[in-house]
């Protein structure tokens, strides 16, 4: 594939398509070639990502540290449901949930789900009357732990657990 055929200067530059492996290019001045190689650049899991960029080298699953899991909501049939994390297909999620109203109950996380490799989850547990549940989710990988994200004051949730 050339780089620079468009350009058509007094020399083009020619190289094969630049992904990880052996890679060669050329330089065509018109009334002499030269031949040369280019460094590799290598993705040693080969999940796509440049082992220099990749959190996980060795991991065909991970290429990313988790970030903050964003967007968990509720739906009717009560089906948590959040955005998904885009650091490999080895992430996993955790669920916890904290009842909101329910008097003397000091605020904590009373029920969890790990290890939930789909950004959803049916919650049959229906809360007392006047209680509301409340949500916090985080994805989790062999790269690290993301967060549990931050309350209304703009505090980092602390780990419960």
Request: hydrophobic share 20%.
């Given at each position: 594939m050339l780089l620079t055929d468009a350009l058509r200067f007094p020399f083009s530059i020619g190289s094969d398509v630049l992904v990880a492996g052996e890679q060669s290019g050329y330089l065509d001045f018109g009334f002499i070639g030269l031949h040369f190689d280019i460094p590799t650049v290598d993705d040693?899991?080969?999940d796509g990502v440049v082992?220099?960029?990749d959190s996980a080298p060795l991991d065909p699953t991970i290429f990313a540290f988790?970030?903050?899991v964003k967007h968990p909501f509720v739906e009717l049939d009560t089906t948590v449901s959040w955005d998904p994390i885009d650091a490999g297909s080895g992430t996993t999620y955790e669920l916890l949930h904290d009842p909101v109203g329910l008097p003397?109950?000091?605020a904590g996380w009373s029920a969890s789900w790990f290890g939930l490799?789909?950004?959803s989850l049916l919650d049959d547990e229906v809360p007392l009357p006047g209680v509301a549940w409340s949500y916090v989710a985080r994805?989790?990988?062999?790269?690290g732990v993301g967060t549990?994200?931050?309350d209304f004051e703009g505090c980092e949730r602390t780990d419960p657990f």
């Open positions: 040693t899991d080969r082992d220099f960029l988790p970030c903050e003397g109950k000091v490799t789909s950004p994805a989790r990988n062999s790269s549990l994200g931050y």
